[in-house]
């Protein structure tokens, strides 16, 4: 599009008897130049992304919840066309899953009904909520289009009427009647400012109207030279308005040379010109130099525009060989199989690490070629996706049935505790029970903890029934052991004060390990008051000669420093875990490494997944260190 054309003087307009008014201009720039009211801009969206590796009920609730929230809060074609866009594919997930939750609903009626499906009623509150959430959604598009289809009806209404009374004024002015005269400027006036507040009436006729109410206004104007002198001083207000309009333009136009920031300032020059367009006009001389002027500038910045655009197509090409490279690591993914839960989770682990570095990935894509390369890597993707949520079905079903098994070894365990009787060969039951539990498999995630402790708490009610006959005994017993550990204790820190006692050091830790239990509330603080005695013994013990030592019978690279008790080495492992857990992210990211093209933007994501390699290094060499903290004496 040029800017060679003068832009429409829209609202203010001069007598004809003095200065022929410019046409209206079919186009001036690149930026609109139509009497059109234009929508209220849209704000700015955060448009939510659907996880399409946990394509639950509930992820769907929620996401379609979150769209639902958009559009309600902010209305607008853009909102309605990007929310279209965004939830074609999650639309036709929701689609799948919702037939795949009525097939299964269908089957077990079947199974329960010998084979019929007669009287079958497929009711899922989770599935009617999403499907109201899209009925909703849809509604509101339809309401809002509906209100503005009627406000443009509403538009075309009232600008006819106007210029229908408009006319009605035109041909009755009167101009030999000051009184008249008056009346007749404050009612065109009132239909100037009505005529400005009305929306756009959109299409052929918009023009028409215009065209008509132009030429009224050229008419009511042409029949008052008493105002002449009012419209030469708008004339040179108008005038004044354009220079201001025009400076900062070409202020723009020189500026744009050197900025980083070009979409700030073509929306700046924008904006500045449709400000310039609703301008009154000049004298025609003095207006058509004003245009000049400003042409000159939306030139200057339009051609940086267009330069830039020719520039971003190797871009696009650069970013549609990077894709490319992407998209076949995903199909590769395609049609993972496996039986194995880890080989699940870092087989799922690689395909997010290549669709967060196709996210990372800036700019757009040349339209040939694009499009397909991203309906596959997406494709792709969902397939992935689709069959894991097949394999980890099986394994839920899997685990239902352990569940409901240990459902009901806990009821039989309960059920011996309600009778509240003890012997030996109920208790002999109850261990059964027990050894029954532990070869029952995995049970549901988020019963694991509750089911166990439903059970773990009947057993030991049934067996603090027999202890409790003999828990005096034993109550005696490890309040001597627990006497026995402080005597220790005590002689090991007489230890610290006299390092000729360290010959004993030996003899000490075997009697402390030959003790039994001690009560339950003292076993931490026992443990750590042994652990930091015994460490202080043996950083006591390397300051003593090496023949000392000797001559007292052991040997110092057998002795350690005590580790944190069982209590607190609990951490271990979850270290292991951990470690296992970085070596195989490590696998991961080296092996997709090695696909990268050498090219200058993938070699920015070479350079990121190097350094999360590193990373991940660094953690596991301290982990490493971590999980045998044990130091041993010199020789």
């Known amino acids: 599009m040029t800017t060679d054309q003068n832009p429409a003087e829209n609202e203010a307009i001069e007598p004809i008897k003095v200065e022929e008014t410019t046409p209206v201009a079919a186009e001036t720039s690149e930026m609109l130049a139509k009497e059109v009211e234009a929508p209220a801009p849209e704000k700015e969206v955060s448009y939510p992304l659907f996880d399409f590796a946990v394509a639950s009920k509930d992820n769907f609730l929620t996401y379609f919840g979150k769209i639902k929230d958009i559009v309600s809060e902010h209305a607008h074609p853009g909102t309605y066309k990007k929310v279209d866009e965004i939830t074609k594919e999650v639309k036709e997930a929701w689609s799948q899953l919702k037939q795949a939750e009525k097939q299964a609903a269908i089957e077990a009626f079947k199974a329960a009904n010998e084979g019929s499906d007669e009287g079958f009623d ?14 909703h959604i849809r509604t509101e598009k ?21 210029i229908n009374e408009l006319r009605d004024l035109v041909d009755k002015d009167d101009n030999s009647d000051p009184a008249h ?17 009305l929306g756009s009436v959109q299409g052929p006729m918009n023009q028409t109207l215009w065209q008509s109410y132009h030429a009224l206004v050229d008419r009511f104007y042409s029949n008052r030279s008493i105002f002449f002198e009012l419209l030469e001083l708008d004339r040179k207000k108008n005038l004044q308005a354009k220079e201001i309009i025009a400076a900062k333009l070409e202020k723009l136009a020189t500026a744009v040379a050197k900025a980083t920031n070009l979409p700030v300032l073509l929306k700046e ?4 010109f449709n400000e310039y367009k609703h301008i009154g006009p000049a004298h025609r001389e003095e207006n058509e130099a004003m245009w000049q002027r400003v042409k000159k500038s939306l030139d200057v910045l339009f051609e940086q525009k267009r330069q830039i655009q020719d520039a971003n197509k190797a871009v696009f090409e650069e970013n549609l060989k990077i894709k490319k490279e992407l998209a076949g690591l995903m199909h590769g993914y395609a049609n993972f199989q496996s039986t194995s839960i880890s080989e699940w989770n870092q087989a799922s682990k690689a395909v997010l690490a290549l669709q967060e570095q196709w996210g990372k990935l800036k700019g757009g894509l040349p339209r040939e070629g694009g499009k397909e390369v991203s309906h596959q890597f997406w494709a792709d993707l969902k397939t992935f996706f ?6 980890f079905g099986k394994i839920d079903a899997e685990r239902k049935a352990n569940l409901a098994a240990k459902q009901q070894l806990i009821e039989q365990v309960e059920g011996i505790v309600a009778v509240g009787t003890e012997t030996p060969e109920i208790t002999q039951t109850v261990i059964e029970l ?14 694991k903890d509750s089911i166990y402790a439903k059970f773990k708490a009947a057993c030991d009610a049934y067996f603090n029934l027999k202890r409790s006959a003999s828990k005096g005994a034993k109550d005696a017993e490890m309040d001597a052991n627990l006497a026995a550990k402080q005597a220790i204790l005590a002689e090991m820190e007489g230890m610290l004060k006299d390092a000729s006692l360290l010959a004993r050091l030996g003899e000490v830790k075997a009697a402390w390990d030959a003790i039994g239990f001690v009560p339950k509330k003292n076993v931490k603080d026992m443990q750590e008051s042994f652990r930091k005695t015994w460490n202080a013994l043996i950083d006591l013990a390397r300051t003593q000669p090496k023949e000392q030592l000797a001559a007292w019978g052991f040997e110092l690279k057998s002795l350690k420093t005590e580790s944190a008790s069982p209590e607190t080495s609990a951490p271990s492992a979850d270290s292991r875990k951990k470690i296992q857990a970085l070596e195989n992210d490590i696998a991961v990211l080296t092996n997709n490494l090695e696909f990268f093209a050498k090219s200058k933007n993938s070699e920015k994501l070479r350079g990121e997944v190097e350094k ?3 990373a991940a290094e660094k953690e596991l060499e301290k982990l490493k260190k971590r999980l045998f903290p044990l130091r041993e004496l010199p020789l």
């Open 122 to 135: 497929f009711k899922d509150e989770v599935v009617h909520a999403v499907d109201q959430l899209i009925h």
């Open 142 to 162: 339809q309401t809002f289009f509906q209100g503005l289809e009627k406000a443009r009806e509403k538009a075309l209404e009232g600008k006819t009427r106007l």
């Open 181 to 197: 005269v008056n009346a007749s400027f404050k009612a065109f006036k009132k239909i100037q400012e009505e005529w400005k507040g």
């Open 269 to 272: 020059a924008e904006e500045l």
């Open 386 to 391: 689709k069959h894991k949520s097949d394999f």
């Open 434 to 447: 027990q050894k029954k539990w532990k070869e029952i498999g995995h049970v549901p995630e988020k019963q």
């Open 612 to 614: 999360k390699i590193a």
